[in-house]
């Protein structure tokens, strides 16, 4: 009897996935919130579109030049875990398209220029945050990497000709893709979930990197059905990206950035 008794008090200290949420930090946000996102950061986009457009295109220029690093140096076999993690670090990429989007809610306007001035609250915090997220990126890569190791052994990159039949092709193949998924969703989960408005908190606030990002973490997870909503768009958009030799890029990058602004103002209140 007690026995039974213990067993029953223990059950009443493990806690539930209700128990670890927040009231406080629950925003009660439509499943579909970041459409209202996505629109408002569009009108952004068009205002002084010029600037937004540059600021992409810099973006596309960089992810090209990037992809021909690699391939010239013989690294193309990190060349798709690589676009990947691009995700990664975009938050971090994306500060100046949060720095028009907050002066465009303030009443005024924001030169090219000064979008690649940004002058951060929290100061060199967010430089920690991007390197942090630089860091995350390389470990995925190495993931990747050994990923392809376990599953072919030392055999040498078939090259960007050769990998789809391999991939696609074989059944080592369809399971490399299967279990890389599995790990690289939870790299781009936790990536995303310390980043989507850590970078924005410290463009706007003075706070340190580790308190941002754990604040974005607990707000994403205390609002959990509309966030994965959200990063589902805005991985179909970088899908989206890709399929067109990143030229999308251009277009698809600003308007994420200033999307996601909104979304950190939607969801982040002055007294998280």
């Not at 059905?225 to 067109?244: D, E, H, K």
Request: overall charge positive.
């Amino acid at each position: 009897m007690g026995e039974t008794n213990k067993s029953y008090w223990l059950l009443s200290e493990t806690s539930g996935i209700g128990e670890t949420r927040d009231p406080k930090l629950q925003r009660h946000l439509p499943l579909f919130e970041g459409l209202r996102w996505l629109k408002a950061g569009w009108r952004d986009f068009w205002i002084r579109p010029a600037a937004s457009v540059a600021y992409g295109g810099g973006i596309f220029v960089l992810s090209v030049l990037f992809v021909w690093t690699l391939v010239a140096f013989g690294r193309d076999y990190i060349l798709f875990p690589s676009l990947a993690g691009f995700m990664i670090v975009a938050p971090f990429l994306a500060v100046g398209l949060y720095e028009k989007s907050r002066a465009i809610e303030k009443g005024g306007e924001i030169s090219f220029g000064a979008m690649l001035r940004v002058r951060p609250r929290a100061g060199a915090q967010v430089f920690f945050t991007g390197l942090l997220l630089c860091l995350l990126m390389l470990l995925w890569n190495r993931a990747a990497v050994l990923l392809w190791a376990l599953f072919f052994g030392v055999s040498p990159f078939p090259g960007l000709d050769g990998v789809v039949p391999v991939l696609f092709g074989t059944l080592y193949g369809w399971a490399m893709l299967l279990v890389g998924s599995a790990i690289g969703g939870l790299f781009a989960s936790f990536s995303f979930a310390i980043s989507v408005f850590a970078v924005p908190m410290l463009l706007d606030r003075r706070v340190d990197a580790l308190t941002a990002m754990g604040t974005s973490m607990k707000l994403v997870w205390n609002n959990l059905p509309t966030m994965i909503v959200w990063g589902g768009m805005m991985l179909a958009l970088f899908v989206l990206c890709v399929a067109t030799g990143l030229i999308g890029m251009i277009v698809i990058f600003p308007l994420l950035g200033h999307a996601t602004w909104h979304a950190y103002r939607s969801v982040v209140r002055e007294d998280d």
